[in-house]
């Protein structure tokens, strides 16, 4: 007799099988990448690739990827290389790279469009090779916003439903651009706790078998003008209050913690044998972490403010080193730019802040943690008129964050920046052919 197993369960078993296999140690150059990338920057990177949102009247106007030479060496170090319009304007939020570092897909939470663009053949020089347009046709999900990279996979974690509410899930597609399983986020009471259906960030402990998800608010929040936004509070109270510990082999929701005021980024800890992730609460401006307790149920603890928490100083990124003893956080409101020791992750404490802009959104660093990287776009109704839009990079020596150079975004016509991701010449070649564009 014949067995027919359902796709979702394929995929299921696919993971369990991926997760048996122990990724490298140092996971990757960046610390927010997933650790089943196998092709790493070692070293110094050579270009930056930016995700930036289009200006109308601006250039053309439309969404790009815009390349950076990051190479000190190089003649055109601190310059920008290449840009790669997509056509059109559907604000252009988050990237990431398939598990082979080859392609790197760009989602936009408002018209939901999916751009994968060729960065291996030449990491200077960008290709774009596929459109995905049918992603909310498919998954029922709109505002595609983080991309994660499992083997042979993609895992895409999504802001909004088709009501654009912010009840949503996660999708599953293959290195292809083909899409292969839904999962809804947890809504009300279960074994698992109440969940609230709303998502935003993904990031994956192999070794703890473990998926942990974030939350954010719809679409109709998010596409508002932030200033009325501030001011309704029905809108306000639709937040995710939420983050959700999945079971990476079954990809069920295993535990419900509440985590008040819209957590956003999820950052494992990248020490050997951890068990904890951090991220930053958007509207309460705290840390908490996430852990496992002597009994090995998962719990959330605030564990610290970032600044002052009654200005709303809005942290919307963080940074976490490689030994997992450091955190940057970038706040958008202040544009302050701080460090937290977090040698007692249930205890971080400040240890340095400056000022990088008017606003700051983004913050990636290297690997060696010798770099800092900072852009200023959070979403096109919420830069409250600011037109200092640009891309940093500073030396970190310990000390003091020293700024080595500055693009201006306008000044080049390109627009805002928001997504960074480094690449390297290494990197270059053995592409095989992608599915053409559609």
Known sequence: MKTTISRPRRLAMCLYIASLLSPPAARADETCNSPYMTNLIKGQEDYMHVWTLGVAGMGDGADKLVTIDVN????????????????????????????????????????????????GTDPSRPRLVNTIADVAQKTGFVGPHTFYALPGRMLLGFLSG???GGVTGMAVYNNKGDYVARYPMPVGKSAAGTGDGYGYDLAVNPQKNALLSSS????????????????DAAAMKQFGNTMVLWDLKAMTP???LEVPGAPLEVRWSLREGENWAITATALTSKLWLVNQDAAGAWQAADVGNIGDPAQIPLPVDISIAADG????????????????????????????????GKHVNMVSQSWDGKRVYISTSLLA????????QFVKLYNWDGNELKEQWKIDFYKEKLGRPHHMKLNAEANRGGVPNMVAAR
């Not at 954010?216 to 001011?231: P, S």
């Open 72 to 119: 000190p060496r190089s003649r055109k170090y601190g310059k920008v290389i290449a840009s790669v319009a997509v056509g059109g304007r559907g604000e252009a939020h988050h990237m990431g790279f398939t598990d082979d570092r080859k392609y790197l897909w760009a989602g936009r939470l408002e018209d939901s469009k999916i751009f994968v663009f060729d960065i």
């Open 254 to 256: 295993r535990r419900v």
């Open 162 to 164: 088709k009501d654009h």
């Open 216 to 231: 954010f608010t719809g679409l109709t929040n998010y596409m508002a003008d932030l200033g009325k936004l501030i001011k």
């Open 325 to 356: 003893k450091r955190l940057w956080v970038n706040t958008f409101m202040d544009g302050k730019t701080r460090l937290f020791d977090l040698s007692n992750p249930r205890a971080p404490v400040q240890i340095y802040e400056k000022i990088t």
């Open 381 to 388: 109704n919420w830069d409250l008129g600011n037109d200092d």
